[in-house]
């Protein structure tokens, strides 16, 4: 997958755990806050195991990179 591409669902993760959690803290409703919780830690899981290079398999920290700092190759 396309690193921008994983940068564009990991956002829509992020704004829609963020949401939810939000409705969660005006509604007063724990359980939505920890339902807000927990898809912004299936983001973070998300982040991590798309962020890498997909010829070495490096961890690449910016999406906005185009090419890999460890291999050199094209994103
Ligand atoms: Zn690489």
Redesign the pocket.
């Given at each position: 997958m396309k690193l921008k591409k994983v940068g564009f669902i990991g956002f829509a993760i992020f704004i829609i755990s963020s949401v939810v959690f939000v409705i969660g803290l005006a509604a007063e409703s724990v359980p939505l806050m920890i339902v807000g919780g927990l898809i912004y830690i299936l983001f973070i899981f998300y982040i991590i195991s798309n962020s890498k290079?997909p010829?070495?398999g490096?961890y690449i920290k910016n999406s906005s990179w185009k090419h890999?700092p460890?291999?050199g190759?094209e994103l």
């Open positions: 290079c010829y070495c490096n890999c460890h291999c190759k």
